[in-house]
């Protein structure tokens, strides 16, 4: 257990619909990155929220936008669902200059767009 | 741009042998390593890291050793078990290479 839970756990979206995945991080932490890892790829990482604020973006498109809360807690929207946005999307949570920087991940929101 | 990336696929291993997973990345700037294992439904769990102005590394049963000349580290499992079956990935900072699937054979 990493004291990271996701949700929801699996879901099925439609082509051109948007979604919205959530994030608890373990307590304490106060940076909360997200990942895109399709089958059989290493995880990509999309951004990353430091109390609130996005504090690093990889390479993906701005129909890719999130949200951090107060508590830490975050959200991944996607809009204009592609059919290669299914994948495992996973949040994992760290604190920022803590030592060892240590990450630890959730167990991922499966997405399947059809 | 940065990459990293895995030599081997896949690799099997006798159950008590020792294990041997490599990575090889392309930025000399890079300065902080990260060594993942992913089990079949799980996400990534970190194992050990290395920062660049070290060479080697050990934790429990692990070893990552670093040489910055030819931009190559690698993970050795000692006495591996069943349970070490998993996907193995080597990242620097938020770059994850592409993964090394250890299957440990009885």
């Known amino acids: 257990e990493t004291g990271v839970t996701q949700s929801p756990t699996h879901l099925i979206k439609t082509r051109g619909q948007q979604v919205t995945l959530r994030c608890s991080s373990q307590s304490g932490h106060n940076t909360v990155s997200w990942y895109q890892q399709a089958l059989g790829q290493g995880p990509q990482f999309i951004f990353q929220y430091y109390r609130e604020e996005e504090n690093g973006r990889g390479n993906f498109p701005p129909r890719f936008s999130g949200l951090q809360f107060p508590n830490y807690s975050s959200e991944l929207n996607v809009n204009a669902l592609e059919l290669d946005d299914s994948a495992l999307y996973l949040c994992a949570s760290s604190l920022k200059g803590g030592s060892g920087n240590t990450i630890y991940f959730g167990e991922g929101s499966w997405l399947t767009v059809v | 741009g940065e990459s990293v990336g895995l030599h081997l696929p896949t690799l099997s291993v006798q159950e008590g042998d020792n294990s041997i997973i490599n990575c090889a990345y392309s930025n000399s700037a890079s300065d902080y390593f990260i060594w993942y294992k992913q089990e079949s439904g799980k996400g990534p769990q970190f194992i050990i890291d290395?920062?660049?102005?070290?060479d080697k590394r050990q934790g429990q049963r692990v070893t990552v050793l670093l040489n910055k000349t030819v931009k190559h580290l690698s993970l050795q499992i000692a006495a591996t078990q069943p349970g070490d079956s998993a996907v193995y990935f080597c990242a620097e900072r938020r770059v994850f290479g592409p993964g090394t699937r250890l299957s440990v054979l009885p």
């Open positions: 290395i920062r660049s102005n070290m």
